[in-house]
């Protein structure tokens, strides 16, 4: 009976094998992944895009984005593993200088403002958040909907960082 449930089910039960597999094969991505710092290269600065969100309009968008190269050429000034930062008001005026580590692998901590503000920050390591980053995050006295427009954009770029290893995503 076995038998007949199987041939009458082998090709169904084949599919699911190699979508097994596929998935298998999908996560080795994850596993292969290399935490090392990586250079900053004119490539990864010319491949940062605007994103659209409630908290700035189209010109703050477009504002963010060019801050953000500003960031990543700064970044590709530094040793390896060094991280830069810099704090900007809703209206992407400037808060901070720009503030870098002070050696290889050294983090920046920026520093917490009096008014809502906007933090960009390298992660040179490929790490997604540090344990610091969830904390202030975690902290901060925000509406449901800042926080869920935040973890959004966030996931978003988690996201959009790992297709470049080959993994799909899906909205």
Do not use: W
């Not at 290399?34 to 605007?50: D, F, L, R, W, Y």
């Not at 900007?88 to 290889?104: F, H, I, R, V």
């Amino acid at each position: 009976m076995r038998r007949i449930d199987y041939a009458a089910r082998k090709d169904a039960i084949n599919a699911q094998k190699r979508a097994a597999y596929a998935a298998r094969k999908n996560f080795s991505v994850y596993s292969s992944l290399n935490m090392e710092p990586k250079p900053v290269t004119m490539q990864s600065i010319s491949n940062v895009k605007a994103f659209s969100c409630d908290t700035l309009d189209a010109a703050g968008q477009q504002q963010l984005k060019n801050a953000h190269k500003r960031l990543l050429m700064t970044a590709s000034k530094q040793p390896l593993g060094v991280e830069v930062g810099r704090a900007y008001d809703l209206n992407m005026k400037p808060l901070t200088k720009e503030l870098t580590g002070a050696a290889e692998r050294s983090t920046v901590s920026v520093p917490k403002q009096n008014v809502p503000y906007i933090v960009i920050h390298t992660h040179p390591d490929s790490n997604i958040f540090s344990q610091r980053d969830l904390s202030n995050f975690a902290n901060k006295e925000i509406s449901y909907q800042e926080a869920a427009e935040s973890l959004n954009f966030l996931v978003r770029n988690c996201l959009s960082e790992l297709e470049g290893y080959g993994v799909k995503f899906y909205e």
